[in-house]
């Protein structure tokens, strides 16, 4: 197989502006050639468009207002993780060498149509995802005796995070009691618990080996990718204190990296909820069952970056289709010491996890320097 | 409009087997997801047990588990807290763009 690496990247802000999907992607690719100045629009071969609007032929759409005529474009979808399994799909082509130089834009508006599962018949009338995180929540809660402030932590490390991060939704830090203080959703949720669906796009473009060094000095390596569908209806989880497709994705991400949790350097994982970053340290393998909350309490206290340095999703804001990449151009950027403020020092490994619809599906990506 | 969803705005609960294998097909289906049969439509057990629930406003919400195996999410009137493992019964349902299941305390 080809080597494949991550060797340029753009986005726009974060927000809850009105504007089209297309505008959104297009800005984004914009954002993404005003950086990257060696790159023409002849070079790219493959153009992926993330998304969950329902717009149709946005691949080619995208293309001809880009001014590329690609061999490969089409819309990758596949709800809250769509950006990873574009990212995926990238990989695959460039590694199977159909494809060399691929662009792969995400974008989702405020209104996404992904922000619900209408399929899900098993959810009854409780289709938003607030209804499956409140009993994530709660059925944590009673096995780990999980406190309301071990819980807000998570969200003031992120919205903390955040505040370096320029294209974050939010750049205004909570208190702990501000947090627990804020308003209550469901008996197991409060609002600054949740991530907000916004507006926005992240672009990375992937290319071979060979032709990496056209665009970057310092390429990031993808060494690991693992990624699972245990269901798409949330009631087929059997255990709610688990993340069955996160396990199994970072197995085998680890395995075909050739790496273990202790190498990981820095990491962006999805917390949809405050709830899913304590499940996802344990699932993916950072800490031990039941450790995942003192694990945040000590990043939190020790003023460390590691675990979600842009703020993740509940800082950073979720633009559905955009999220996996912008996870990926943080942790590009980190591995090419070119961070700013949110820099970790001497990172040399990092780690992407996304997922969708209560983690019925997971991606796990390594990248390395 | 299909077969379950009919059969709940009659206020009736059925589900999904495969008139081969057996199995319960769930969320519901025209074609069995082991064997790729048709399906029948039985009724479902109405009997269940809170797997978790949580609350929004006065409403309880509860992830439940037939007898026929399946989980479903829907509401709990009951005045006290719900209890994991309690038994509960299917009270009512509908569907009005989504199904509505109502449950009610043994």
Redesign the interface.
């Known amino acids: 197989m080809n080597e494949v690496a991550t060797v340029a990247y753009g986005s726009t802000k974060f927000s809850d502006d009105d504007i089209s999907v297309e505008d959104i992607l297009l800005s984004t690719t914009k954002s993404l050639f005003d950086q990257t100045p060696n790159l023409s629009q002849n070079d790219i071969d493959t153009v992926l468009v993330s998304t969950n609007e329902n717009g149709q032929y946005l691949g080619p759409i995208l293309s001809e207002l880009s001014g590329i005529k690609p061999n490969i474009s089409h819309k990758i979808e596949n709800l809250c993780s769509s950006g990873a399994s574009s990212i995926v799909s990238a990989y695959s082509y460039i590694a199977s060498g159909l494809s060399d130089t691929v662009l792969v834009v995400g974008a989702d508006r405020y209104d996404s149509p992904g922000r619900l599962l209408?399929?899900?018949?098993?959810?009854?009338?409780?289709?938003n995802p607030i209804?499956w995180a409140?009993?994530f929540?709660?059925?944590y809660k009673?096995k780990f005796n999980l406190s309301e402030e071990e819980l807000a932590i998570v969200s003031a490390k992120n919205h903390k995070n955040a505040i370096d991060n320029p294209n974050a939704y939010s750049n205004k830090a909570y208190t702990i009691p501000e947090i627990m203080n804020s308003k209550q959703?469901?008996?197991?949720?409060r609002l600054l618990d949740c991530s907000k669906p916004c507006t926005g796009g992240s672009a990375i473009l992937m290319t071979s080996k060979e032709l990496s060094k056209k665009f970057t000095d310092a390429p990031v390596w993808i060494k690991g990718i693992g990624q699972k569908t245990t269901s798409a209806?949330?009631?087929?989880n059997n255990d709610?204190t688990e993340l069955e497709s996160t396990k199994i994705a970072s197995i085998d991400s680890f395995n075909m990296a050739k790496m273990s949790p202790n190498d990981i350097d820095v990491a962006e994982i999805h917390d949809a909820f405050s709830i899913c970053e304590i499940m996802e340290l344990e699932d993916i393998g950072f800490t031990k069952k039941g450790k995942g909350a003192e694990y945040v309490r000590t990043l939190f206290n020790t003023e460390d970056k590691k675990i979600n340095p842009r703020g993740g999703l509940i800082g950073s804001g979720h633009p559905l289709g955009a999220t996996g990449i912008a996870q990926t151009i943080e942790i590009t950027q980190q591995l090419q010491n070119n961070a700013g403020k949110k820099q970790i020092s001497n990172a040399k490994s990092g780690l992407v996890h996304n997922m969708s619809a209560a983690a019925t599906s997971s991606a796990v990506i390594i990248l390395e320097s | 409009m299909n077969k379950?969803e009919n059969e709940l705005n009659k206020g009736n609960f059925v589900i999904s087997k495969c008139q081969k294998c057996n199995k319960i097909v769930?969320?519901?289906n025209d074609i069995c997801d082991n064997c790729f049969s048709n399906v029948i439509w039985v009724t479902g057990s109405k009997s269940a047990r809170i797997?978790?629930?949580?609350?929004?406003k006065n409403d309880w919400?509860c992830?439940v588990e037939t007898e026929d195996q399946?989980?479903?999410?829907?509401?709990l009137k009951s005045d006290n807290e719900p209890r994991?493992e309690q038994r509960i019964l299917l009270d009512e349902c509908y569907f009005d763009k989504?199904?509505?299941?109502m449950f009610k305390a043994v």
């Not at chain 1, 959703?185 to 949720?189: G, H, M, P, R, S």
């Not at chain 1, 209806?233 to 087929?236: L, S």
């Not at chain 2, 399946?70 to 509401?75: F, K, N, S």
């Open positions: 209408e399929w899900d018949d098993a959810r009854g009338e409780y289709t209804f409140s009993l929540t709660k059925s009673r959703i469901t008996a197991d949720l209806g949330f009631t087929k709610l | 379950f769930w969320p519901v797997i978790e629930c949580s609350k929004q919400f992830l399946i989980r479903m999410l829907g509401t994991i989504k199904p509505y299941f």
